[in-house]
C-alpha cells in the first residue's frame, strides 16, 4: 500500500478535470480544504461537494495545506501562475502541454499530475484505470505524488514535460478527433431521420479493436482497400457537405498513403 503523505489539498480552479480529482481524492479520505476560481458559480459547487471554503481571492490562500494542485485551462495558467507566490510548497498543475517549469516562480517544488482522460461534466469517471503521469522537480516531491496517484489508480508513469507534450497530442488524435467523427455521423444521420443508435455496436467493436497490437492491420473500409466506385459514391452523397467531403477526402487519402508506405494489411 502507497505510504500516505498527502492528507489536505487546495484547488485552483472548479472545471470538469478538477472537480473529477478532487471528488475523487475526496473518496480517499484527502480533504480539499479551500477551493478557488475565478467565477464563484462552479467553484462554490465544487467546494460544496467536497466541503471545502470557497475563495475569491488569491490573498486568501492557506499556506497550511500539503499540495496546491492548480486544474485551469492552459490559456490562463501562464498568467495565473505569475500572480501566486506559495514559497516551499509542493504545487502541481494538470496541464498536459505545459512545461513543469511554468510552475517555478510560483513555488521551488513544482511538479505535474497528469490524469490521461476526457472528463465532461455530465458523466462521472472512476479514476481506477486512469493513467496518471507525474513529474517533479525533486525525487522526494516524485515520490509523495506517486504514492498519491496510485491512491487512484494503478497505472502511474513517470512522465518527463517532453514526452508529456507527444502524449498530448497523440491523445487528440486518439481521443478528440474520433469524438468529433462521430458527430459528424451523428448530424448526417439525423438530417436524415436514421437512428445513430445502429451505429453504436460498431463504435464499441472499433474500440476493441484499438485494444490490439500493429493497429493499421485491423483497419477496415473503402479506402483501405481501395475502392473507388464505394469512394466516389460517399463523395456524391457529401457534395452538399463541403466541410464533412474535404475531411472525408484527407482520411482517406491518408489511409492509402499509409498503406502504400508501410506495406499491405
Given at each position: 500500500?502507497?505510504?500516505?503523505k498527502?492528507?489536505?489539498?487546495?484547488?485552483?480552479?472548479?472545471?470538469?478535470?478538477?472537480?473529477?480529482?478532487?471528488?475523487?481524492?475526496?473518496?480517499q479520505?484527502?480533504s480539499?480544504?479551500?477551493?478557488?476560481?475565478?467565477?464563484?458559480?462552479?467553484?462554490?459547487?465544487?467546494?460544496?461537494?467536497?466541503?471545502a471554503?470557497y475563495?475569491?481571492?488569491?490573498?486568501?490562500?492557506?499556506?497550511?495545506?500539503?499540495?496546491y494542485?492548480?486544474a485551469?485551462?492552459?490559456?490562463?495558467?501562464?498568467?495565473?501562475?505569475?500572480k501566486?507566490r506559495?514559497?516551499?510548497?509542493?504545487?502541481?498543475?494538470?496541464?498536459?502541454?505545459?512545461?513543469m517549469?511554468?510552475?517555478?516562480?510560483?513555488?521551488?517544488?513544482?511538479?505535474?499530475?497528469?490524469?490521461?482522460?476526457?472528463?465532461?461534466?455530465?458523466?462521472?469517471?472512476?479514476?481506477?484505470?486512469?493513467?496518471v503521469?507525474?513529474?517533479?522537480?525533486?525525487?522526494?516531491?516524485?515520490?509523495?505524488?506517486?504514492?498519491?496517484?496510485?491512491?487512484?489508480?494503478?497505472d502511474?508513469?513517470?512522465?518527463?514535460?517532453e514526452?508529456?507534450?507527444?502524449?498530448?497530442?497523440?491523445?487528440?488524435?486518439?481521443?478528440?478527433?474520433?469524438?468529433?467523427?462521430?458527430?459528424?455521423?451523428?448530424?448526417?444521420?439525423?438530417?436524415?431521420?436514421?437512428?445513430?443508435?445502429?451505429?453504436?455496436?460498431?463504435?464499441?467493436q472499433?474500440?476493441?479493436?484499438?485494444?490490439?497490437?500493429?493497429?493499421?492491420s485491423?483497419?477496415?473500409?473503402?479506402?483501405?482497400?481501395?475502392?473507388?466506385?464505394v469512394?466516389?459514391?460517399?463523395?456524391?452523397?457529401?457534395?452538399n457537405?463541403?466541410?464533412y467531403?474535404?475531411?472525408?477526402?484527407?482520411?482517406?487519402?491518408?489511409?492509402m498513403h499509409?498503406?502504400?508506405?508501410?506495406?499491405?494489411?
Open positions: 500500500m502507497p505510504t500516505r498527502i492528507r489536505n489539498v487546495v484547488f485552483f480552479g472548479a472545471g470538469n478535470l478538477a472537480s473529477h480529482l478532487a471528488l475523487a481524492l475526496v473518496k479520505d484527502i480539499v480544504i479551500q477551493v478557488y476560481n475565478r467565477t464563484s458559480e462552479n467553484g462554490i459547487k465544487l467546494a460544496a461537494k467536497t466541503g471554503d475563495i475569491s481571492g488569491i490573498e486568501k490562500i492557506t499556506p497550511r495545506a500539503d499540495l494542485i492548480v485551469v485551462t492552459d490559456s490562463i495558467l501562464p498568467e495565473f501562475t505569475s501566486i506559495l514559497k516551499d510548497k509542493l504545487v502541481v498543475h494538470t496541464s498536459g502541454s505545459l512545461d517549469n511554468i510552475l517555478a516562480p510560483v513555488s521551488s517544488r513544482n511538479g505535474v499530475f497528469y490524469p490521461l482522460q476526457t472528463f465532461s461534466g455530465k458523466r462521472s469517471i472512476g479514476f481506477s484505470h486512469i493513467p503521469c507525474i513529474e517533479a522537480k525533486y525525487k522526494q516531491d516524485q515520490d509523495i505524488l506517486t504514492d498519491l496517484a496510485y491512491l487512484l489508480t494503478n502511474v508513469f513517470l512522465i518527463t514535460s514526452k508529456r507534450k507527444w502524449l498530448h497530442m497523440t491523445a487528440v488524435f486518439a481521443g478528440n478527433f474520433p469524438h468529433f467523427m462521430y458527430t459528424i455521423a451523428e448530424d448526417l444521420l439525423r438530417e436524415k431521420n436514421i437512428p445513430f443508435d445502429l451505429l453504436k455496436p460498431l463504435i464499441k472499433v474500440a476493441l479493436n484499438a485494444q490490439h497490437d500493429n493497429l493499421f485491423l483497419q477496415t473500409g473503402p479506402a483501405v482497400r481501395e475502392d473507388s466506385n469512394l466516389d459514391e460517399h463523395r456524391m452523397l457529401l457534395d457537405y463541403p466541410d467531403l474535404e475531411i472525408y477526402n484527407l482520411l482517406s487519402n491518408n489511409i499509409y498503406k502504400k508506405q508501410n506495406g499491405k494489411l
